[in-house]
């Protein structure tokens, strides 16, 4: 599943294509990825132009004039991939035929067409993601957006709001904790390991045991390497590729994930692979004492 970098990629992507264009049409070949009633498509898709397109932790958002929204969730293999009439060209997602080939192909499962031809294809192999119609003022009322945490790349988020977060599982790991995405939005295994090498936090370090200058350093290591992923076009963990299909490049530059057998960038000691919170988990037992 993408995290946080992979799915701002997308969203970056189709920021500069979507806005501006109206949906003349859609199709679909599979309910569960796209559940939404004739009617409610009729009236408030159908017609309607694109305004923004937004993300919130690991799922995207695109806001329409009709007061709509899609709410889009790639889930494993899930791609988008726009086709325009003048050459223009995004893909993002599973990488795949289907991001350069004919479409739509055999994973396609939604088709947008806009009124001046261009198209939007949502293709998903194993048809776990999906894009629900709904109001846009409802969109933060759903299940998943009350629980979900902050978004660490945002201005008014601090290394004290992540701190407390944190602190509410005093007797978790600190890589469960980073994790769960009630604590804090779109971190996943990748970028766990990586900002826990930056910090010289050992992943099964108890939250309660962490100090704020710990805190602070983690904070610090977090929203950088987030921020060169988004940089770098997201990691691809074997299956994401940034804007235009091209692999994104961060693991050409993780300091520690993918990297066991190696010696530690910063002291030279080999890095293994171990397991914390049931995930494969990438340390410098030198750097990262327990």
């Known amino acids: 599943m993408p995290e946080l970098p992979e799915v701002e990629t997308v969203r970056i992507g189709l920021s500069a294509l979507l806005p501006g264009r109206a949906i003349a049409q859609v199709e679909q070949n599979w309910d569960k990825s796209f559940p939404n009633t004739s009617a409610d ?52 997602g599973h990488p795949n035929d289907s991001l350069i080939g004919a479409l739509p192909d055999r994973s396609t499962r939604v088709t947008f067409t806009f009124t001046d031809g261009s198209q939007l294809f949502f293709n998903d192999q194993r048809k776990f993601g999906w894009i629900r119609l709904l109001p846009t003022a409802e969109v933060p009322q759903i299940d998943f957006f009350k629980k979900v945490g902050p978004e660490p790349l945002s ?33 996943g295994n990748i970028y766990a390991d990586e900002s826990l090498w930056g910090a010289k936090i050992h992943p099964s370090t108890l939250v309660k045991n962490i100090t704020d200058a710990k805190i602070k350093k983690l904070y610090a290591s977090l929203t950088a390497v ?23 490049s961060y693991l050409n530059f993780a ?9 530690c960038l910063r002291c030279g000691t080999t890095i293994i692979k171990t397991k914390v919170a049931g995930r494969g988990t990438h340390i410098c037992p030198r750097c990262q004492k327990l």
């Open 255 to 263: 300091s520690v994930f993918r990297r066991e057998g190696q010696p």
């Open 41 to 92: 498509v009729r009236q408030f898709l159908i017609g309607a132009k694109v305004a923004t397109v937004a993300r919130r932790a690991k799922v995207l958002l695109i806001e329409l004039d009709s007061k709509y929204s899609l709410v889009i969730h790639l889930k494993m293999t899930g791609q988008l991939v726009f086709r325009g009439k003048s050459g223009e060209h995004f893909g993002a």
């Open 155 to 187: 201005t008014n988020f601090t290394w004290k709001e992540l701190g407390e977060r944190l602190r509410r599982r005093p007797n978790t790991n600190i890589k469960a904790a980073l994790l769960d995405q009630t604590v804090i939005a779109g971190v």
């Open 226 to 248: 987030l921020k060169i992923a988004i940089e770098k076009g997201g990691s691809t963990d074997r299956n994401y590729v940034n804007v235009e299909g091209k692999r994104g």
